[in-house]
Nanobody, 121 residues
Framework: QVQLVESGGGFVQAGGSLRLSCAASGRTFSTLALGWFRQSPGKGREFVAAISRSGGPTYYADSVKGRFTIPRDNAKNTQYLQMSSLKPEDTAVYYC??????????????WGQGTQVTVSS
C-alpha cells in the first residue's frame, strides 16, 4: 500500500509562486508514476500534471503549461509541484497521486489527502 502526504499549500497573491511537496512511502519510489490533480468548489477533479517513473516524459494540463513543473526526487521519495505566475483560478485543493505505471488515461490508484492552495487577486 502506498501512502502519500502532501504539504506546502497556503495563501499566495496572484503572480506569486508556491511549491507543493508529496512524500511517498510503502513502495520503492522509483517504481511509481506520479501526478497532481486539483479540485475547486463546485467542480470535478481536474488533471494538472504527471511524470513517468523514469522522470522523463512529463505531461501538463493546458491551463498550467509553462507555469507549473513536476520534478521528482527519487533520493528523497518526494515529488513536487512547482507553481509560478499563479492566478486566482488556480485556487483549489491539490492532490498528489501515484500509480505503478503512467496510463494513457491518467488513472491513479493511490491518492494523498490534499492541500489547499488559495490565490488572491
Amino acid at each position: 500500500q502506498v501512502q502519500l502526504v502532501e504539504s506546502g499549500g497556503g495563501f499566495v497573491q496572484a503572480g506569486g509562486s508556491l511549491r507543493l511537496s508529496c512524500a511517498a512511502s510503502g513502495r520503492t519510489f522509483s517504481t511509481l508514476a506520479l501526478g497532481w490533480f486539483r479540485q475547486s468548489p463546485g467542480k470535478g477533479r481536474e488533471f494538472v500534471a504527471a511524470i513517468s517513473r523514469s522522470g522523463g516524459p512529463t505531461y501538463y494540463a493546458d491551463s498550467v503549461k509553462g507555469r507549473f513543473t513536476i520534478p521528482r526526487d527519487n533520493a528523497k521519495n518526494t515529488q513536487y509541484l512547482q507553481m509560478s505566475s499563479l492566478k486566482p483560478e488556480d485556487t483549489a485543493v491539490y492532490y498528489c497521486a501515484a500509480n505503478p505505471f503512467l496510463s494513457s488515461t491518467l488513472e491513479f490508484d493511490y491518492w494523498g489527502q490534499g492541500t489547499q492552495v488559495t490565490v488572491s487577486s
